[in-house]
Nanobody
Framework: QVQVVESGGGLVQPGGSLKLSCTAS????????MGWYRQAPGKQRELVAT??????NYADSVKGRFTISRDNAKNTVYLQMNSLKPEDTAVYFC??????????????WGQGTQVTVSS
């Protein structure tokens, strides 16, 4: 089994910063992509940022404000969020694509962490 745990969400004022963390554990052989998605109330889940073996991709709405990074030794991905706006308010989900030690290829999600940007 693969476990994915996020942390770092919270309440922040507009213009502030937060850093999310996500750590994967369990029967992992290799992780070839990690990323962050978000879902605001009444909206579909959307891509925020992904890192696929060092190649990064960002939603246009967060380019220049958010930075994704990985620590492969710790199976951890981070999302540094700066200049936060109220429209960034959402539940943020970590996603990883991994091959397990049982040679299965899977898509794994965390439980989500709430980010609220409000004065």
């Amino acid at each position: 089994q693969v476990q994915v745990v996020e942390s770092g969400g919270g309440l922040v004022q507009p213009g502030g910063s937060l850093k999310l963390s996500c750590t994967a554990s369990g029967s992992i052989f290799t992780i070839y992509a990690m990323g962050w998605y978000r879902q605001a109330p009444g909206k579909q889940r959307e891509l925020v940022a992904t890192d696929s073996d060092g190649s990064t991709n960002y939603a246009d709405s967060v380019k220049g404000r958010f930075t994704i990074s990985r620590d492969n030794a710790k199976n951890t991905v981070y999302l540094q969020m700066n200049s936060l706006k109220p429209e960034d308010t959402a539940v943020y989900f970590c996603n990883l694509k991994a091959i397990t030690i049982f040679q299965t290829d899977g898509d794994y999600w965390g439980q989500g962490t709430q980010v609220t940007v409000s004065s």
